[in-house]
């Protein structure tokens, strides 16, 4: 097995992934905006299993930021990304810059309605547009047979799979658990903007999700919204928190009916000082 390499055009990854492609076989890929942590790691080891070379892409994407985010403060450790990709055994990773994605003159988007009107689509205005734009600029680059994701950001993974589907892109979408610190926290790059209190306050958010399901598991109401309004009342108590949403959804068509059928999906959004964090789980009412 060859040592990990990195390139930075497009040019030479194609080079490289057509020649893995003849040698190799199966290609998969990690889509990322670096800053890894074992939640992405976990998405390498799964393409692993699947598959036979495993590119992973580092880039912070501008156009899924809106103009109030964290896009400048976005943490960038190149380095130790590249470290964790070679330890977790990556074939090749690709770290663009902005000009080589966005070029002069760039303008085309990519957008799926209807899957983006709700949770994080209605609080991040044009988000999921940069997100569907890059990543089929991704998918058009690497032309994986397999593209993993992580159900931390379920909303995205829906959006994609709907994207691959509906244009008929030739290949598969893997959605993979969501993975937790010790304490419960979803991992998120974004962890490390919080200070030593916020992330002392955190874990509850995924302890309220916790709570929520074991209620809704005891079949205490018939409708969502009892359980909604506990959800609000026990995420705005953690000190400090801001709730951007909390919703109790259909988990395929994120859309909100009251009934508690079928497979439902309890997410979350909050802010904790400057950090904005999400989290979920998957509820089977019928279970
Ligand atoms: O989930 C992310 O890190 C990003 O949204 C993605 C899929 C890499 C697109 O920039």
């Given at each position: 097995m060859p040592e990990m390499q990195t390139t930075s055009t497009i040019t030479q990854l194609r080079k490289i992934i057509s020649t893995a492609r003849k040698v190799e076989g199966?290609?998969?890929?990690?889509p990322t905006m670096g800053?890894?942590?074992?939640?992405?790691?976990?998405?390498?080891?799964?393409?692993?299993?699947?598959c036979d070379y495993v590119v992973v892409s580092i880039f912070v994407n501008p156009m899924?930021?809106?103009?109030?985010?964290?896009?400048?403060r976005y943490p960038r450790?190149?380095?130790?990304?590249?470290?964790?990709?070679?330890?977790?055994?990556v074939d090749l990773v690709f770290h663009p810059t902005v000009e080589e994605m966005y070029p002069a003159g760039f303008a085309t988007s990519v957008e799926v309605n209807g899957l983006?009107?709700?949770?994080?689509?209605?609080?991040?205005?044009?988000?999921?547009?940069?997100?569907?734009?890059?990543?089929?600029?991704?998918?058009?680059?690497?032309?994986?047979?397999?593209?993993f994701f992580g159900q931390k950001d379920a909303q995205q993974a829906l959006v994609i799979r709907k994207m691959?589907?509906?244009?008929?892109?030739?290949?598969?979408?893997?959605?993979c658990p969501t993975l937790r610190e010790k304490d419960g926290l979803a991992m998120s790059s974004r962890n490390r903007y919080l200070s030593s209190e916020e992330r002392s306050n955190a874990p509850a958010i995924y302890e309220a999700l916790c709570q929520i399901e074991s209620?809704?598991?005891?079949?205490?109401?018939?409708s969502c919204i009892p359980y909604r309004e506990e959800l609000l009342a026990r995420l705005r108590s953690i000190p400090g928190a801001v709730v951007d949403y909390a919703e109790i959804v259909d988990a395929g068509s994120l859309e909100f009916t009251p009934e508690m059928r079928g497979e439902k999906l309890v997410a979350v959004a909050i802010r904790l000082g400057t950090t904005r964090l999400i989290d979920n789980i998957l509820v089977n009412t019928s279970a």
């Open positions: 199966k290609i998969g890929f990690v800053a890894l942590h074992q939640g992405h790691i976990s998405l390498v080891h799964e393409a692993r299993k699947h899924q930021f809106g103009p109030n985010e964290d896009f400048h450790p190149l380095q130790d990304d590249l470290k964790l990709c070679l330890d977790a055994g983006t009107d709700h949770l994080c689509g209605k609080s991040r205005p044009g988000h999921f547009k940069g997100v569907t734009t890059v990543v089929m600029k991704l998918f058009g680059q690497v032309q994986p047979d397999l593209a691959a589907t509906d244009l008929d892109l030739p290949l598969g979408i893997v959605i209620e809704i598991r005891s079949k205490k109401h018939s």
